[in-house]
């Protein structure tokens, strides 16, 4: 759970430049992308051409546009996992000179008793986490720079990220290309240790580029590809790997209690490879229709560790009434797992480990489905229904686990209540 929040955070900074790329890009469709792996994802934002055209008609032009909104997220699994999540954000943005600046803080409270803190006979897992990000954007023609930055600190793990955006519009804005950098310097300990006594540093790079198509009035394409490249020990100092002798048939999904049965005494710390690569492919088809708003999402992935992975996502939000928006939303991911991965760590001649191990099920082979749904209500004026939003969000998430101790299914739910408000 520890290591979803953490690298989750890593890529923020750069998601939000991304995100903002798509909203200046004609309003086909807004979303707040999550990372990958993390638990919670927020469904797409689509506001009613129509409905925008008429408040527009009907509100003084302003020179600024000022949003805020706030959100308190809840995800909860049948591995005993719980987090609340407030969030708070605002955005400050001048159209006619090309600028905006906003910024997002949060706070993570995680309560656990999982069973892979179960399995090492600890006690209920419990940590806060504040993070928050600010970004800026300066685009007064066809040319943009959007910079942005992301902090999180935990009792254990420290996380700074930076990065910069740049785009260009060419063929009279029906095409834009983007190309960004980012940074990220993470810092990790034990809890109630001093990181001068114990710590381990990661650094990562990344980079990225893409274009968007705007295919016709209602139609935007987008294309991305990014990679990472990761360097330092990400190895988990509260994880430990049970090592059998060798013959040992230990059956999928065994308990705890026939685990330690098998097993022997000697646990070695979870080690795993000191640097990493990622590589990423997405695709992003939205369209708008006359009342509704559908957007296909894919991403292929490949990493140096072994991983290829596959994420589909479809979104359809349709515009019930001038206040009224509701839509399904549903999400496939599958992955093959690290190449090291072993659901039975064997002990060598001479008790020699292996020198790579996990038990992070996450690095393993698995399968997720996630359904769920997003309900938007405009609660502002009759001129500008929207300008006030109350917002409701819940997924719900199967994940198969296919060769890993203790679990071998997951259930999960996110959900989320939002209000947000153009001032």
Do not use: C
Not at 163 to 172: E, H, I, R, Y
Not at 287 to 292: E, L, M, Q
Not at 309 to 315: E, G, L, M, P
């Amino acid at each position: 759970m520890r290591l979803q929040l953490k690298a989750g955070l890593a890529r923020v900074a750069s998601l939000f430049a991304i995100g903002s790329l798509v909203l200046a890009l004609g309003g086909v469709a807004r979303a707040q992308p999550p990372p990958d792996e993390a638990p919670a994802e927020a469904p797409a934002e689509v506001a009613s051409p129509a409905t925008a055209a008429a408040g527009n008609e009907s509100a003084p032009a302003r020179r600024y546009v000022v949003r805020a909104s706030s959100e308190v997220g809840g995800y909860a699994d049948t591995d005993h996992v719980f987090v609340v999540t407030p969030t708070v954000a605002g955005s400050v943005a001048d159209p006619v000179a090309g600028w905006s600046v906003d910024g997002r803080y949060l706070v993570d409270v995680v309560s656990a008793a999982s069973v892979d803190i179960v399995s090492t006979a600890s006690r209920r897992w419990e940590e806060v986490r504040h993070a928050g990000t600010l970004g800026g954007t300066y685009k007064p023609g066809s040319f943009g720079v959007s910079v942005n930055g992301a902090g999180s600190f935990e009792p254990d793990y420290t996380s700074l990220a930076g990065g910069v955006l740049l785009t260009q519009d060419l063929l009279d804005k029906q095409l834009t290309l983007l190309g960004g950098y980012d940074y990220g310097h993470d810092v990790a300990g034990r809890s109630g240790t001093p990181f001068s006594v114990f710590s381990r540093t990661i650094d990562r790079h990344g980079v990225k580029a893409g274009a968007s198509l705007v295919m016709s009035r209602s139609t935007l394409a987008t294309a991305l590809v990014d990679a990472v490249f990761e360097a330092g020990d990400s190895s988990k100092p509260y994880r430990y790997i049970s090592m059998f002798a060798p013959g040992t048939d230990v059956a999928r999904g065994a308990s705890i209690d026939t685990v330690n049965a098998l097993r022997l005494a000697e646990r070695p710390l979870e080690q795993l490879p000191l640097s990493r690569n990622r590589y990423a492919l997405t695709l992003r088809l939205a369209h708008r229709f006359s009342a509704s708003t559908l957007r296909l999402d894919e991403r292929l992935y490949h990493d140096t560790w072994g991983i290829e992975a596959t994420s589909t996502d479809a979104r359809f939000l349709v515009d019930v009434s001038p206040r009224l928006q509701l839509g399904p939303h549903v999400r496939v991911h599958a992955q093959t797992p690290v190449d090291f991965w072993q659901r039975v760590y064997v002990v060598g001649p001479g008790y020699d480990f292996p020198a790579l191990r996990t038990g992070d099920r996450e690095l393993g082979p698995l399968v997720n489905l996630t359904a769920g749904g997003t309900l938007r209500v405009g609660i502002g004026s009759s001129a500008a229904p929207r300008s006030w939003l109350v917002g409701f969000d819940v997924n719900l998430t199967s994940t198969q686990y296919l060769d890993d101790l203790y679990v071998t299914h997951r259930l999960s739910v996110v959900s989320a209540i939002m209000l947000e408000a153009e001032l």
